[in-house]
């Protein structure tokens, strides 16, 4: 069945350094694909998203790529602030049309 | 100001009691799922709704029930089924024809006594 893997957390960084979260998956076809993050205590909401091969979906300062080869879809921004601290999930719509499938979620912390 | 609302923000269920938590929205959207978060672990979908008076099973279904009975809202019941029902609940809605991209309320954390 379909599925998202992400990189294990949490990721620490110092303010201003280069972030990059890696994201892959296990699909029939060519889903859309999701970046959501999730501050403390509240829901998710959602980065940027990529509907085709080749797309790159930003917002934020964010970006990512979807990459059909590498079934990736890795999110990147050269300078985090603190701010950007919070749960980066990764996510696929399914085959079937019906409901997102999520990794496990990508802690992020970021230290002024 | 349009939004998703989720209530209440946490919630204590005893030994052998249902409890329900509420969604409402008031986007215009069709579709409505109920996700669960457990720590460290992404979302698992529960029940979702694409239309008024239908939904269907998600992959952890067991435990829950729901209903649709109007378009704006979409309860969750925990019953006494559910063995391990402390976790974050999220309600979410989309567009019909445009299911892929959803909206997400704050959530609802469910704690056992």
């Known amino acids: 069945g379909d599925s998202v893997t992400q990189m294990e957390g949490p990721v620490t960084l110092s303010e201003e350094a280069c972030l990059t979260i890696?994201?892959?998956?296990?699909?029939?076809?060519?889903?859309?694909l999701f970046w959501y993050v999730q501050y403390p205590g509240e829901g998710l909401q959602l980065l940027l998203k990529?509907?085709?091969?080749?797309d790159k979906g930003s917002n934020k300062g964010f970006e990512a790529t979807y990459r059909k080869e590498t079934t990736s879809f890795h999110l990147e921004k050269g300078s985090v602030q603190v701010s950007d601290s919070a749960v980066y999930f990764c996510?696929?719509?399914?085959?079937?049309?019906?409901?997102?499938?999520f990794g496990k979620g990508t802690t992020l912390s970021v230290s002024s | 100001d349009g939004g998703i609302t989720q209530s209440p923000k946490y919630l204590f269920r005893k030994e052998g009691q249902n409890v329900t938590l509420s969604c409402e929205q008031n986007?215009?959207?069709?579709?409505m799922y109920w996700y669960r978060q457990d720590p460290g672990q992404g979302l698992r979908l529960i029940y979702y709704?694409?239309?008024?008076?239908?939904?269907q099973k998600g992959d952890i279904a067991e435990g829950y029930s729901v209903s649709r009975e109007k378009k704006e809202s979409f309860p969750l019941t925990v019953t006494s089924a559910q063995k391990n029902p402390t976790a974050f609940y999220l309600c979410?809605?989309?567009?019909?024809?445009?299911?892929?991209?959803?909206?997400f309320g704050p959530g609802t954390r469910l704690l056992v006594l």
């Open positions: 986007l215009n959207h069709d579709a």
């Open positions: 709704s694409q239309i008024v008076n239908d939904f």
């Open positions: 979410a809605s989309a567009l019909a024809g445009s299911t892929e991209t959803q909206y």
């Open positions: 996510a696929l719509f399914n085959q079937a049309g019906t409901a997102l499938i």
């Open positions: 890696n994201c892959t998956y296990t699909a029939t076809g060519y889903p859309s």
């Open positions: 990529a509907t085709k091969a080749d």
